[in-house]
T-cell receptor, first 114, second 112 residues
Framework: KQEVTQIPAALSVPEGENLVLNCSFTDSAIYNLQWFRQDPGKGLTSLLLIQSSQREQTSGRLNASLDKSSGRSTLYIAASQPGDSATYLCAVHSFSNTGNQFYFGTGTSLTVIP | SAVISQKPSRDICQRGTSLTIQCQVDSQVTMMFWYRQQPGQSLTLIAT?????????ESGFVIDKFPISRPNLTFSTLTVSNMSPEDSSIYLC?????????FGQGTRLTVV
């Protein structure tokens, strides 16, 4: 069964700093990997989707990389802002006994201090 | 992207009662899922909602407790039955189009 781990669990940085969030997974046979943002008590907002054949994706100040062979992905946030404060979740789209499934990490809670 | 409308957004319910959560997607999607997110934890898949047939439940979840319907490609409901305080969670509807997943805004359920 796919297991997804995110490090660190929580991160607090001053505004303007660049930061990296880490995601690791145990089974490299994946369809894709997706990064989400979740504000407190809310649903998930998709940030970036990386297909298994891709190495990275960029959107604005966000850059996500994927190294499938080592089971790792990183989310890089440039010039962080207080509005970036949220929980960031990594989800791996992978095989399961019941079909295709998304496996979620436990998230990194980010606080950007003004 | 797909827009997913989920309602209610929140509810406070008495133990022993049932709540039905609705999920409407703005266009046809490949698959629909229901997740539970308990306080401070990540998402746990409850079941895959199959169109016109019984949902596929994950280990630890049963149809009697969480009946699911999906009468067409864009609509699904999840019922939380005979609720107890342990059912207090955020319930999330998700849909996939191709390889990408989209989520509703969630239903925050509190059982008292």
């Amino acid at each position: 069964k796919q297991e997804v781990t995110q490090i660190p669990a929580a991160l607090s940085v001053p505004e303007g700093e660049n930061l990296v969030l880490n995601c690791s997974f145990t089974d490299s046979a994946i369809y894709n990997l997706q990064w989400f943002r979740q504000d407190p008590g809310k649903g998930l907002t998709s940030l970036l989707l990386i297909q298994s054949s891709q190495r990275e994706q960029t959107s604005g100040r966000l850059n996500a990389s994927l190294d499938k062979s080592s089971g790792r992905s990183t989310l890089y946030i440039a010039a962080s802002q207080p509005g970036d404060s949220a929980t960031y979740l990594c989800a791996v789209h992978s095989f399961s006994n019941t079909g295709n499934q998304f496996y979620f990490g436990t998230g990194t809670s980010l606080t950007v201090i003004p | 992207s797909a827009v997913i409308s989920q309602k209610p957004s929140r509810d406070i319910c008495q133990r022993g009662t049932s709540l039905t959560i609705q999920c409407q997607v703005d266009s046809q999607v490949t698959m629909m899922f229901w997740y539970r997110q308990q306080p401070g934890q990540s998402l746990t898949l409850i079941a895959t909602a199959n169109q016109g047939s019984e949902a596929t439940y994950e280990s630890g979840f049963v149809i009697d407790k969480f009946p699911i319907s999906r009468p067409n490609l864009t609509f699904s409901t999840l019922t939380v039955s005979n609720m107890s305080p342990e059912d207090s969670s955020i319930y999330l509807c998700s849909a996939t189009r191709g390889a990408e997943a989209f989520f509703g805004q969630g239903t925050r359920l509190t059982v008292v």
